[in-house]
């Protein structure tokens, strides 16, 4: 299986703050990668496909980047509905697996 | 738009079947790949498995020996059992399509997910 690691695992920031979370996969997978935004008691929500193709209806604060093994989800200025947990996700190859997700707090 | 609504008993006794059903609507179940994905309280996503309209299945090595998913076209429904379970697999299930493309990708959308605990 690819093993996705996530960094930070939490984060603190402000509204207006510029962040930044990485996913790292233990092996290339070819821009197969996606990120999806979860507020408690909520399913998952697609933002971005192909590592950075935004999902229809989300906002173009939202972007993605990378290439082989390392990409990067930015949120360029947050707003109060973006604080949530993220995660992202490969589909290089069966199974496909998650990040450990990264939880984006209120400082 | 396609919904998806998972259903079943949210409680099951140890050593048990879990059994849930997810009914499609808005669209078509053709076409697509149809995944079960569970959550434990706190902890991350893991995927259980998939199956295609046409029937064909694949599960995560980590659960095959305990997990069947089936297909209803008629229904616009798959399901997922889950056998000789233990508190371990307590957690959220949620159901979700993935196109392919041609093979399955990233999953959207998702069903709102049900909680199924594992207790006596």
């Known amino acids: 299986d690819i093993q996705m690691t996530q960094s930070p695992s939490s984060l603190s920031a402000s509204v207006g703050d510029r962040v930044t979370i990485t996913c790292r996969a233990s092996?290339?997978?070819?821009?197969?990668l996606a990120w999806y935004q979860q507020k408690p008691g909520k399913a998952p929500k697609l933002l971005l496909y192909?590592?950075?193709r935004l999902e229809s209806g989300v906002p173009s604060r939202f972007s993605g980047s990378g290439s082989g093994t390392d990409y990067t989800l930015t949120i360029s200025s947050l707003q109060p509905e973006d604080f949530a947990t993220y995660y992202c996700?490969?589909?290089?190859?069966?199974?496909?697996?998650f990040g450990q997700g990264t939880k984006l707090e209120i400082k | 738009q396609v919904q998806l609504q998972e259903s079943g008993p949210g409680l099951v006794k140890p050593s048990e079947t879990l059994s849930l059903t997810c009914t499609v609507s808005?669209?078509?179940?053709?076409?697509?790949?149809w995944s079960w994905i569970r959550q434990p309280p706190g902890k991350g996503l893991e995927w259980i498995g998939y199956?295609?309209?046409?029937?064909?299945?694949n599960y995560n090595p980590s659960l095959k020996s305990r997990v069947t998913i089936s297909v209803d076209t008629s229904k616009n429904q798959f399901s997922l059992k889950l056998s000789s379970v233990t508190a371990a697999d307590t957690a959220v299930y949620y159901c979700?399509?993935?196109?392919?493309?041609?093979?399955?990708?990233?999953?959207?959308?998702w069903g709102q997910g049900t909680l199924v605990t594992v207790s006596s």
């Open positions: 979700a399509r993935q196109k392919g493309d041609p093979d399955p990708n990233w999953f959207d959308p």
């Open positions: 808005g669209g078509s179940i053709s076409s697509y790949y």
């Open positions: 199956i295609y309209y046409s029937g064909s299945t």
């Open positions: 092996q290339g997978i070819s821009n197969s």
């Open positions: 192909a590592a950075s």
């Open positions: 996700q490969q589909y290089y190859s069966t199974p496909p697996t």
